[in-house]
């Protein structure tokens, strides 16, 4: 069964830290481009961070410099550590699996995970 299984979240205050992690069943994961994408209630969601099959990263600018996504292809799992949080961070936090390069660079994304709440607040 083909799933993304995201965990990690909850409440941090401003200035903190928190690590999440996304797990996936059912894909051959290693040949998969991953993404975390975030939503705030009455807003589109944002794209935030993309992994590449060999483990090149990009990030959006918001989130540059304060968190990391990494990939473990022999769990089939993504994280992103998130660091120095602010307000505007609070957000749910999905991760997205792409599997074709074209769409991994136009972000893109075949498969969404159900989210992980993070609340950033003092």
């Known amino acids: 069964q083909e799933q993304l299984v995201e965990s990690g979240g909850g409440l941090v205050q401003p200035g903190g830290s928190l690590t999440l992690s996304c797990a996936t069943s059912?894909?051959?994961?290693?040949?998969?481009?991953m993404n975390w994408i975030r939503q705030v209630p009455g807003k589109g969601p944002e794209w935030i961070s993309s992994?590449?099959?060999?483990?090149?990263?990009r990030y959006a600018e918001s989130v540059r410099g304060r968190f990391t996504i990494s990939r473990d292809n022999a769990k089939s799992t993504i994280s992103l550590q998130m660091n120095s949080l602010n307000t505007d961070d609070t957000a749910l936090y999905s991760c997205a699996l792409t599997r074709s390069y074209r769409d991994f660079l136009e972000n893109k994304f075949d498969y969404w995970g159900q989210g992980t709440q993070v609340n950033v607040s003092s």
């Open positions: 059912g894909f051959f994961f290693s040949t998969m481009y």
């Open positions: 992994i590449d099959t060999v483990g090149n990263a």
